[in-house]
């Protein structure tokens, strides 16, 4: 039997990217829960009830989802024989579908902040609509909780890296999927939208100023570096992020 400390991934460099997500339109990240006093409410933080949370997993869906569209064209389904980016950079099913080979980047989940302007919830009604006479079913009126525009979330991610993964180009594969989070111009929103009711227009959002930092773990001072490091705070991303014009470029700090 091989000794656990044998079955090492084999990390020879781990890459930090952090940057802050900004709601250009109104969205609504939920929970499913129906004790509450709106129908369809927020998915809200267990410690902290009164920040919105967008979880790791949603972040990481859209991204892969991006990334997918952009290699094989909108509608195509992963091949599921690893050799997409997304399927490298985020995990798949190893042949024969036997074995799950994990995913290489971590995805944190994001609390949120609310817009410098204005209220920061929104309450919004609807009514089911009958498929085939296209008219207001009887009884069901809803209200829907969602985020303003201008909220903004804190993004964190890991990549880790073997020396074959940096062969294959798994950074640019990463670099790649956040570029869907940009905005091609200022004032406008990137091509990734998340939560319900994309096809409507909510959910759509940009990152700017994204940070980067790298750590070799073949090297004993940057193992030291990377055991005292902190993604950037809050008020440090969102000073930064002020300061710059919307950007692909990703801002490396070696």
Known sequence: MTPQWLKSRNVIERVYIAGMLTLTTPAHFGNGDTDSLT?????????DPTRPL??????AGALRNYLREWQLGYG???QQNGQTWAEKLFGHLDEPNEATVESWLMVDDALGLP??????IEIRDGVTID????????????DIELLAAGTRFPLHFELWLTEEQKNEGLLDALVLALQGFEAAEPGSS??????????RGF??????????KRFEMTSPAKIVDWLNYDFPSEQEL????????ESTTLITDE
């Open 39 to 47: 129908d369809i409410p927020l998915l809200r933080d267990s410690v």
């Open 54 to 59: 967008l979880t790791g997993a949603s972040i």
């Open 76 to 78: 195509r389904a992963e």
């Open 115 to 120: 817009p410098e302007k204005g209220a920061s």
């Open 131 to 142: 498929p085939k006479t296209r008219t207001a079913e009887d009884g069901k009126k809803y």
């Open 190 to 199: 990137g091509e990734i939208r998340l939560g319900m009711r994309k096809r």
């Open 203 to 212: 959910g759509r959002c940009r990152v700017a100023g994204w940070q980067i």
């Open 238 to 245: 969102s000073a930064y992020t002020d300061t710059l014009p």
